[in-house]
């Protein structure tokens, strides 16, 4: 993108939007190449920043591209609805993070699709971007569009809009598509995927056609004899460590899951009927725990995560489990790095796991019991006995677990009042243990309703209705403790998920017609329009309750050329076993399908409800030099950053530098660091201050090594030694300069200063956090100079804050100068200082140490 274009984002754009980080790229460890020669790849997300960032395939993506010298890929999220709209109005086309090049420039834009309800944010980030919806219509001048991730196994509601889908794992196959691109860059575009059609795992759509008979799906017909038959799913053997990235992107705004994560195992040997993920990620793979504990070692040390996520589909069942907790716990506790692993069988928590995992600082526990009765979990291939999963509970409790969280499903096939009845039985006990254990418990429960996915045992199954869903969910609610928080998905949610997740290609039409009258972030309860989607249903002549019925088990299937490795005569005799209808065990050449329970772990009664003592130390305090006043600056860079950003950057490049900071006590100790008054977002800083405490005497070079850590526009300018007791800088601190170029003329300015400062008072409007208040802005402006510094009209503002009254500069300048309110959010501000007045003296906050 050329530098006018670049500017005019940075000016239009980035002020005038909720979160402008979500759309800067500036992060630390991101990849910036220069894109000449290079096989470009933009790797959509089709939904917001947030979460898409919270992807662990995108950051393996993402690695692996640009680990190539050949070849540079960037980032794309779906933009909130507020930044759709005024890109729209400027006429700017959605741009990538790294470089703002717009999409239609890149060869190849690869979406992950990891949830059905992302369908209308890939069309939406197409339109931005000026490329057609569908493949069809697509020419040379136009990028190649991509799709993969869990929810391409059923691939035909999305077919239309792709030029290829990739199925399986993509770590070597993107390199395959990347050279593929490489290799032929002057080929026409037809050319190009006919080579990405020879790709082990890649799915063309135009080489296939659906069929209808009497208005229900018949089959897939071949149109280009070259194609398969079936597509099989591409697997790596090996989990191997070049994989994944040792410098992870670090986000500077707060995502959903803001944490280092690293996967120990893909797959799963347990084989739940309900499970998409356990069938698509097949087989069970292993890392090595000392790969493992080494990427996490390196991976602190270059982003500075306060936790570390164990990933895979139950941590639990990894067989080194308890060493590798037991090599990682140590290092993390003495680090202060919180250890989670979000996904845990109730029956693979020993004794021994819960004493090791109780040694680092943690996070909440995750148990997913699934269903409320022993009969239930064993239909469903979950055979964990209810006192199994209790005593796991307990285990929890007395290992100092604060908050557990509990999942169950509703709806399940075969599901009775006495299996609901079960749920609340369960819950009732959990809560008395609860009570029972001392301290202060938190128990959150996740009730989500049954929806049939594709290429699972249960695939043929009915998908419950509204009515149902929520007879059920407030049936739960009423029978349920009042201790516990019982939280449900919207059955709407669950519905639209069905219907598209078991779509066939007509489900096209219902996506671009919902996309086009409204619908899309439809996974975000606050934007999903589930009258649009039923409205887009009709207009296209489908009935969405027709994608919810029980399918007969020899009807032909929208994927079924789509191929994981599991028989579809297996999945049936699966799905009948379910029900006691066949009790014929699964042959031979079917690995891992379906296996009886593991045993649960048990190790010496001596480790049980052990818990680790903690150790008084001496307060940090009286440890003399340790206490320490910073400055430090901001450059224009980073000035889309909130004041909570700001402070997570030093957090992490705190612990990236090794820097011996003194933490609170208690089961979520924190750094002891307090910072000045907040810097207002879209505004840069040459002046800005904390107060740190050490845990042993400062030197200069521990903060030469912060300085180090800190990402490039982060400065540490100065620090001196705080002696004795000072009330905090928030307290002390009351004036604030700050500098701008004002749009006027030095002479119009001039005035503008005189008219003001003659003033008695001034009034402005200020938005709070539930209304809009009138707030008298006058006092709180103390000295405004203007001066011609030869790029403009340079204007010098203090302002008062704290017990010297209080006025912004967004404020003065459209209260006081007349500018409008786009205007003034178009400006380059910078704080230049923070002082303190004491009567006739300015002092710096560091004069009065």
Known sequence: MDAESRAKIERDFLPFVVKPGRYVGNELNSI???????????????????IGMSHLGMQILYHRINSLDYAVAERVFTPDIDAEARLKSLGIPLFSLESCTPLAEFDLIGFTVAYELASTNILMMLDLAGIPLRAADRTDEHPIVMLGGSCTFNPEPLAPFADAVFLGDGEEAIIDVVDVLKEHKSSIRDERITKLAEIDGMYIPSYYDARYKAGSFSGIEKLNDAAPDIIEARKIDELKSEYYPEKPIVPFVDVAHDRLAVEI??????????????????????????????????????????????????????????????????????????????????????????RKLSSARRTGLTLAPEAGTDRLRKVINTPIPEDEFLGAVKLAFEHGWQVLKLYFM?????????????????????????????????????????????????????????????????????????????????????????????????????????????????????????????????????????????????????????????????????????KGLD??????????????PMPTQTKSPDSFGRRTRRVKTQSAIQVPN???????????????????????????????????????????????????????????SDAEYFDIQLASPSTSEMFDRLSESLPTGFKIIQTKTVFGKTQ?????I????????????????????????????????????????????????????????????????????GNLSFAKPSEILQFGFGLSADDVLRLSIKRTDLLIQREDQRLTPFDIL
């Open 32 to 50: 910036h190449k220069d894109h000449d020669g290079l096989v470009r790849i933009a790797l959509g997300f089709p939904d917001l920043y947030e």
């Open 410 to 578: 509703i709806g399940l096939p075969t599901e009775t009042e006495e299996d609901l009845d079960g749920i609340a039985v369960l819950l009732k006990k959990v809560a008395r243990y609860m009570k029972q254990t001392p301290g202060k418990r938190t128990i959150n429960i996740t009730t989500s309703p049954f929806c049939p996915k594709a290429h699972t045992p249960w695939q043929w199954e009915k998908q419950a209705g509204f009515d149902e869903i929520l007879e059920k969910q407030k049936y739960v609610s009423k029978n349920s403790p009042r201790s516990i928080h019982v939280r449900y998905r919207n059955p709407h949610v669950t519905l639209l998920e069905s219907a598209l997740g078991r779509g066939d290609r007509r489900v096209a039409d219902v996506i671009e017609h919902a996309y086009r009258n409204g619908a899309r972030l439809d996974a975000w309860s606050e934007h999903l329009k589930y009258d649009v989607w039923i409205e887009a249903f009709k207009s296209c002549d489908l009935d969405i309750a027709d994608y919810h019925k029980e399918i007969p088990y020899d009807a032909p299937l929208p994927w079924d050329h789509i191929s994981k490795g599991l028989k579809k005569d297996f999945l049936i005799r699966e799905a009948l076993r379910s």
């Open 583 to 596: 009790d014929d065990k699964h042959s031979d050449d079917e690995p891992e399908a379906v296996l009886s």
């Open 626 to 684: 340790s206490r320490i006043r910073v400055r430090w600056s901001k450059s224009r860079k980073h000035r889309f950053m909130s004041h909570l950003d700001n402070t997570r950057v030093f957090e992490r490049a705190i612990r990236r530098s090794r820097l011996p900071v003194a933490y609170t006590q208690g089961y979520h100790p924190h750094q002891k660091i307090a910072f000045g008054p907040p810097l207002t977002l879209g505004y840069s």
């Open 265 to 354: 195992m893909r797959g799963c040997g347990r084989a739940c009927r309900f499970c998409q993920a356990g069938v698509i990620y097949r087989p069970k793979r292993e890392r090595r725990a000392d790969e493992i504990a080494r990427q996490i070692k390196k991976s602190i040390e270059t982003t500075g995560f306060s936790e570390v996520t164990l990933l895979s589909l139950s941590s639990s069942d990894y067989t080194e489990i308890e060493s590798l907790v037991s090599s990682i716990a140590p290092r993390l506790q003495e680090q202060h790095v919180e250890l989670s692993l979000p996904s845990l069988r109730p029956n693979g928590l020993s004794p021994e796991l819960a």
């Open 728 to 732: 905090s800088l928030t307290a002390l």
């Open 734 to 801: 009351n004036l604030a300069c700050y500098e701008l170029h004002l749009p006027m003329s030095i002479t119009e300015a001039q005035d503008k200063k005189i008219e003001i400062l003659e003033k008695q008072s001034i009034i402005a409007t200020r938005r709070t956090k539930t209304d809009i208040v009138e707030v008298e802005i006058r006092p709180g402006i103390v000295e405004i100079e203007v001066e011609n510094d030869g790029d403009g009209t340079l204007l010098h503002l203090t302002t008062g804050m």
